[in-house]
């Protein structure tokens, strides 16, 4: 399966404001691609558009090799994973798992061996006579996300499907998503606005901001060569650190970009000394936050065992071999 959204690129106007803008993109058959930006950066939005949700004002969109501009939602061959669940509270888990393929007047033994196959795999056997009143966040997900997948579509569209988690349920159903994606072979488009969601579960990652794609790559294209300083400070956490190249001793480059684990402390040499602001004690990794004249804040990502307290000098270096090089627009150049 192929579907790509490309030719003159999907467009969405609201009057004169453009939230999408020459959209050009391919994914191919079995991708894990997210698209991920700030809020307010068009990915929801053109999530919508190839779901048919929303109208594209220009360009177009093919699934699969067919123009779908015009197919109405339900024959686009997708299935939607809202932020929201959107269960039905009346129904029980069975009910919720196979209220589509009723509605879509699909056999009775054909709808039972789907549901209990997506039960199987999302382990909601135990579950399938609960309503979905009665079940926590993580069990909703897991429920919404079978509903998608008993009507074996050849596209997952997932949006923001973790948001309304807490921390342990957002790494456990991601890790659900992930070996789903394994046992399928599906096609999914993921939106998110959390890079570590995008890191730990793409193939592709789109980023996006102000309705444009910044760059396309895999994760470790984007945290190894961003193409500019939006996707290198967005792709890595804490966010990577900025400079004016003539303050840190590399005038050749406009901007200067150092993320906070290729920071090293240094007893004597290193371009950047300066007091400890706050330090963040994470267990395995410890975050130093060190005001640095003429540059500001500036964040090392360094070993647990390193003691560091807050007004407290410190020097740091940089590793040469992992420096990235911006120009006055801020686009990489080396």
């Known amino acids: 399966m192929r579907f790509c959204p490309e030719d ?5 106007e609201f009057g004169d404001f453009h939230a999408l803008d020459n959209i050009n993109l391919e994914i191919q058959p079995g991708e894990f691609v997210v698209f991920v930006g700030p809020s307010g950066c068009g990915k929801s939005t053109l999530l919508r558009i190839i779901a048919g ?17 015009e197919v109405e939602p339900s024959k686009r061959d997708i299935a939607m994973v809202f932020q929201s669940y959107a269960l039905y509270p009346h129904l029980d888990v069975r009910g919720n798992l196979s209220l589509g393929l009723k509605q879509a007047r699909k056999p009775v033994s054909f709808i039972e061996a789907q549901v209990q196959k997506a039960a199987k795999m999302l382990a909601l056997e135990e579950l399938l ?29 997932l949006d923001e499907p973790l948001s309304n988690l ?3 349920l957002r790494v456990n159903t991601r890790l659900e998503i992930a070996r789903l ?7 999914m488009i993921y939106v998110t606005h959390d890079q570590i969601e995008a890191m730990t579960l793409a193939d592709k990652i789109v980023v996006m901001n102000k309705g444009k794609i910044e760059q396309i790559g895999s994760p470790m294209e984007l945290y190894q060569r961003p193409a500019n300083t939006f996707v290198a400070r967005f792709i890595g956490s804490p966010q990577m650190n900025l400079f004016s190249g003539s303050k840190v001793g590399m005038g050749q480059a406009d901007l200067v970009g150092i993320r906070p684990e290729h920071l090293t402390i240094s007893a004597d040499h ?18 130093i ?10 964040v090392a990502r360094v070993s647990g065992d390193v003691v560091a307290k807050p007004g407290q000098t410190l020097r740091l270096a940089m590793r040469p071999d992992m420096v990235h090089r911006f120009d006055e627009l801020a686009r990489r150049v080396s």
């Not at 003159?8 to 969405?12: D, I």
């Open 8 to 12: 003159l690129g999907p467009e969405q």
């Open 53 to 69: 949700l929303e109208h594209a004002s220009g360009g177009e969109i093919t699934i699969a090799g067919r123009r779908v501009n």
């Open 129 to 157: 006579h609960q309503r979905s009143s009665q079940l926590s966040g993580g069990q909703r997900q897991r429920v919404a996300i079978g509903r998608a997948l008993v009507r074996e579509p050849q596209l997952f569209l």
């Open 166 to 168: 807490d921390a342990a």
């Open 181 to 187: 994606h394994r046992e399928t072979g599906k096609t």
């Open 270 to 287: 290193g371009p950047l000394e300066g007091q400890v602001s706050h330090v963040e004690h994470l267990g395995a990794d410890t975050n």
């Open 289 to 298: 936050y060190v005001d640095v004249a003429d540059v500001g804040l500036v």
